[in-house]
Structures are given as C-alpha cells and as structure tokens.
C-alpha cells in the first residue's frame, strides 16, 4: 500500500495547474447516459474514482476512451445499454448514485446499488428517490439495491415541482438529468448552488436540454424528447486550488494556480486574508503570498457559497500553528472530525465537543506517523507534514488518490520534500 513520506519545513514557490473538478466531471460522465451519440469531456482528472466510473459505464456497455493531452475522455451509451450499477463499483464511490436518474430518464428502469464512499457520515439517498418518485417514477429498496421503473401507463417521466427537505449536490445534480428528458416542466426548489452544478447545467444545455435558473436555489427545466452529443470542458477543480492555497499559507511563500478560479472560493479566500495571507484573482488563477505567522480562523462548514465543509480539514491544519485560538464547526456530516487524532499525534493541541472543534495554535509540529481515515482528512494531513520538523510518513493515501490529480508531483514541483513510497 502506497504512503507518502514528507520532510516538512520547505516554503513552497512557484506555479501549479489546477486540474478539472473530480465532482464535476463524475456527473458529467452519467450525463453520457442520456443520449445515444458521443460525448466528448476535455480537462477530465486522473484520478480513482474516475477510473471507477469509468468501469461502471464500461459496465453497462458505455464505449469510452481516452485521448490527447487535455484530458479528454469521449464516451458513447449507445444501445444496447444494461441499465444496472452493481455493488462490486458502486461501493467504493458514492457518485455512483449519479447514474440512477438517467438511466430511468432514458430506459425507464435502473436498478443501482446503495453507494458507498468515505466514512465520514451518513449521506442518504432518500432526496434522489423521493424527487424520482414525484417524477412518477416507483422505486423499491431490495437487498441493497434501489429498483427503479416507471409507473404503469407511463413512457416517461413527468414534470414535477420538487423541493428537496435538504440542500444536497448529488440529489440536485440526479433530478436535473432525469428531468431533461421528462414530459413537462420540472422546478427544482432549495436546490444546490455549488459551482459544479452550472457547470453540468451547461453541459446538458450544449447537448440540447432546456435549463435555466442553474447556480440558483430555483432550476427550471423543460423537458425535451431526446439529447444529442457535446464537446465540455471541465471546470476547474476548486477544492483542489483550495488545499494548495492552503498549503502555501501554512508554509509559507508565493504560488500561483493556474485555472483556479477565485470567484469560486470566496468564503475560503476571505478566512485566508483575514489570517494573514495575501490572495490575488490574476489572469487565469489565483496567486497566494504568505510569511511568518499566521491568525487562527475560526469557521462554520455550510452550503456553497459558505465555507465547504471540503476545505474544513486542510483550514484546520492551517489552524493548528497560527497564533490564537478558533474554533471549527461542522455541520454538514457527522463523522468528519477523524483527522483530529491524528493532528494531535503531530503535536497540535485539538478539544471536540460534538460539532465543534476548539484548535489552540502551537509554534511547530513534528513529524510522525499518521494514517488516513477519508479524502480530504488526506489533504489534511499533508498539509500538516509539509509545517512539521522532520519526517512524516501518512499511510492509507488510496483515500487521496480518489481526488487529487498527482498531488505529490504538484507539491514537488513547488519546493516540497515529498515522495510516494511503498
């Protein structure tokens, strides 16, 4: 199993390309379903849980391939397609549920296994089904599996007015893609805002759907009979440009994202500047200038555009050498505190009480063993290593390996001392 060894104490200068949105791209790919012509991605990232999607649209009988230097991928769901996501793929990634809405959107039926993903808390489903069944769709959970058809009598799905009991991502993202090719018009109400929702958005637009309101709490759709192919480009990965906006704070220097875009990360910028560090929208990117010590941030994860409850573990290791106390709430999952144990291993000085996490800044950390308990505690942890003396050694990086696009190599390329070894 892959680790990666850090020698920390290394400012980090120079330029790093900010690669396409792993949370974009995933529900791009099942936007593929949809249609029966070619679907060109370009800036799609190198990551796991790509090649897991991948496999599962393999699976159903998707053609897809690779291509050129942009990261392009083309996928192709000509008939015959098998309308099933078995539990095999879909347990190691909860996008996997992306694939239920078009699937029934487009066949009628689906029958997709209950995801899976990191532990970091409970993520139910039952937003996605109970849009779905609005849309006259009815759905049974048996032995694991979410079983999916139309209602008798019906050719398609229908138009509804849906407004979810909680602002959720992929559930916003599912009922959009179902509702392109629904009879009517469907209204999507407390619907999420995130960047990677207009994004698909424009993505389905291109291919013929009839959007609008998308990036606000209420989208519109007019559903059309069918969908043709598209050329996309993925959008930039933001919290990929976060963590090493991060990084740099907390090492020290001045590094410049190419493709990140600033207007995607206000509420992280702000508690960056508020800190100390000096954050620049430039041409095609951001630009971050950091020394000496920073201020501790305190901040509450919520819904975009609020604080990412992505970025909390990485902000926290930057919490956790500032001058000061802050405290960290989260409040989107449950169980997204399991880097606290292992910061505390590196020296800092971390109190939980529930929902809240109360970090008192400490000159220096030192190195140590650490493992990886999800994604972004991963990201966490590096950052943690690249502010500590001497080595740290962070074990179970399979977890960053689902969503950062050679992180190693992109750190290296800025002056850390980092490596992946066996």
Do not use: W
Not at 144 to 150: D, F, H, P, Q, T
Not at 186 to 207: C, F, G, S, V
Not at 209 to 238: M, N, P
Not at 297 to 322: I, K
């Amino acid at each position: 199993m892959d680790k990666l060894l850090i020698r920390g104490g290394r400012e980090l200068r120079g330029t790093v390309q900010i690669s396409g949105a792993k949370n974009a791209a995933l529900p791009q790919m099942c936007a593929a379903l949809l249609t029966t012509e070619r679907v060109t991605l370009l800036n799609v990232p190198r990551l796991r849980d790509i090649a897991t999607m991948r496999q599962l649209l393999d699976n159903m009988g998707v053609k897809t391939q690779t291509h050129g230097e942009r990261g392009g991928l083309t996928l192709c769901a000509a008939n015959p397609i098998s309308p099933e996501a078995p539990y095999e793929l879909v347990k190691t990634m909860r996008a996997s549920v992306l694939a239920l809405g078009p699937l029934l959107a487009r066949f009628g039926e689906a029958t997709v296994s209950l995801p899976g993903g990191c532990a970091i808390g409970s993520r139910p489903v039952d937003q996605h089904i109970k849009g779905l069944q609005a849309m006259g769709a009815d759905i049974t959970v048996e032995h694991g599996y979410m079983i999916a058809r139309l209602a008798a009598g019906q050719t398609r799905l229908r138009g509804a007015r849906i407004t979810t009991d909680m602002v959720t991502v992929t559930g916003t993202e599912n009922l959009m893609m179902a509702a392109t090719l629904a009879q009517g018009e469907t209204i999507l109400e407390n619907a999420a805002q995130e960047p990677e929702i207009p994004d698909l958005a424009d993505m389905l637009i291109k291919m013929g759907a009839r959007i609008e309101g998308h990036g606000t709490s209420r989208i519109r759709i007019q559903g059309v009979e069918k969908l043709h192919g598209c050329e996309h480009q993925v959008v930039a990965d933001r919290i990929e440009a976060g963590t090493f906006l991060c990084a740099t704070a907390a090492t020290g220097g001045d590094v410049y994202l190419k493709h990140g875009r600033a207007d995607h990360l206000e509420a992280v910028i702000e508690k960056l500047r508020d800190a100390g560090a000096t954050v620049t929208a430039v041409q095609d990117g951001i630009r971050i200038q950091s020394s000496g010590r920073l201020q501790a941030q305190s901040f509450r994860t919520t819904e975009y555009p609020g604080f990412p409850t992505d970025m909390q573990a990485q902000f926290m290791a930057l919490n956790c050498v500032s001058s000061g106390t802050a405290k960290v709430t989260e409040t989107i999952f449950e169980n997204r505190f399991m880097h606290v144990n292992e910061l505390v291993r590196l020296g800092a000085k971390i109190q939980i009480d529930g929902k809240v996490s109360v970090v008192e800044g400490v000159e220096k950390l030192s190195g140590a063993t650490l493992m990886a308990t999800d994604l972004r505690a991963s990201a966490g942890l590096v950052i943690a290593g690249l502010m500590a003396s001497g080595d740290t050694l962070v074990d179970r990086i399979y977890h960053l390996d689902r969503g950062y696009d050679q992180m190693e190599a992109k750190l290296q390329a800025i002056g850390a001392d980092i490596e992946r070894v066996k």
